[in-house]
């Protein structure tokens, strides 16, 4: 959970590799991230509600959001519900007159306490004029939420399937990650990463991070016999 307040950002995210729009590759997701950009300078009561499978870039843009609003000195709050460590009470200290990102909602689908502590923390970020951005990988009706107030509420708002990267797009994704951390990798190496592996962007950028630090302790270039050697190994 993050606060503008304090000036602190207890967040998931490594040294230098912090999440931004800069480095979101937008592909088909012009008007979802527009809506996350502008909405944390709106004055009234916002919700945008954003759904993808795993790896499609939901906690990113959450993050990125995040950030933007606290950039701001907007208070600010961050959370994913598929953190064992936050837990309801949380929810009842939460700044809600600012910008508060949901993330993996749908973690707590079907508990009872919990999807009540949620509709709770909605209705006071409405009636406090605040800004909840919420994702999920299903749409509200399809998360599983067994309060049907919830459902509808979560489903007041704008509402966005994040597009899925073309191969183009998750090349070019993987150049941006490359080129972030600094990792002189050619053209054809990504190419032959992007046709091999899955179309999770997770599994992508792990296994470009894992790439990284196996040619640094083996004292390698990134070739495609070497990348052909680390695959070999992780099947």
């Given at each position: 959970?993050?606060?503008?307040?304090?000036?602190?950002?207890?967040l998931p995210i490594s040294g230098d590799d912090k999440k931004s729009?800069?480095?979101?590759?937008?592909?088909?997701?012009?008007?979802?991230?527009?809506?996350?950009?502008?909405?944390?300078?709106?004055?009234?009561?916002?919700?945008?509600?954003?759904?993808?499978?795993?790896?499609?870039?939901?906690?990113?843009?959450?993050?990125?959001?995040?950030?933007?609003?606290?950039?701001?000195?907007?208070?600010?709050?961050?959370?994913?519900?598929?953190?064992?460590?936050?837990?309801?009470?949380?929810?009842?200290?939460?700044?809600?007159?600012?910008?508060?990102?949901?993330?993996?909602?749908?973690?707590?689908?079907?508990?009872?306490?919990?999807e009540r502590a949620l509709f709770t923390l909605?209705?006071?970020?409405?009636?406090?004029?605040?800004?909840?951005?919420?994702?999920?990988?299903?749409?509200?009706?399809?998360?599983?939420?067994?309060?049907?107030?919830?459902?509808?509420?979560?489903?007041?708002?704008?509402?966005?399937?994040?597009?899925?990267?073309?191969?183009?797009?998750?090349?070019?994704?993987?150049?941006?990650?490359?080129?972030?951390?600094?990792?002189?990798?050619?053209?054809?190496?990504?190419?032959?990463?992007?046709?091999?592996?899955?179309?999770?962007?997770?599994?992508?950028?792990?296994?470009?991070?894992?790439?990284?630090?196996?040619?640094?302790?083996?004292?390698?270039?990134?070739?495609?016999?070497?990348?052909?050697?680390?695959?070999?190994?992780?099947?």
């Amino acid at each position: 959970m993050i606060s503008s307040q304090n000036n602190q950002m207890a967040l998931p995210i490594s040294g230098d590799d912090k999440k931004s729009f800069d480095n979101f590759l937008i592909g088909n997701n012009q008007e979802l991230v527009a809506a996350l950009h502008d909405f944390p300078l709106a004055k009234e009561h916002r919700v945008v509600f954003f759904y993808g499978p795993s790896g499609s870039g939901k906690t990113h843009l959450s993050l990125s959001a995040a950030r933007a609003s606290q950039a701001s000195d907007r208070s600010t709050h961050f959370l994913s519900l598929s953190d064992p460590n936050i837990v309801p009470e949380l929810l009842e200290v939460i700044d809600v007159a600012g910008l508060v990102c949901v993330d993996d909602a749908d973690a707590w689908a079907g508990n009872t306490k919990r999807e009540r502590a949620l509709f709770t923390l909605f209705e006071q970020i409405k009636h406090a004029g605040g800004i909840l951005f919420i994702s999920a990988k299903q749409g509200p009706e399809a998360c599983g939420f067994t309060i049907h107030d919830l459902v509808s509420r979560l489903g007041s708002g704008l509402i966005y399937p994040i597009a899925e990267l073309g191969d183009e797009d998750r090349l070019n994704a993987l150049k941006m990650r490359a080129k972030h951390r600094g990792l002189s990798v050619n053209d054809d190496v990504l190419n032959y990463l992007v046709t091999r592996l899955s179309r999770n962007s997770h599994e992508l950028f792990d296994f470009l991070d894992h790439m990284d630090r196996a040619s640094l302790i083996e004292k390698r270039k990134i070739t495609i016999p070497f990348l052909q050697t680390l695959l070999q190994k992780r099947s």
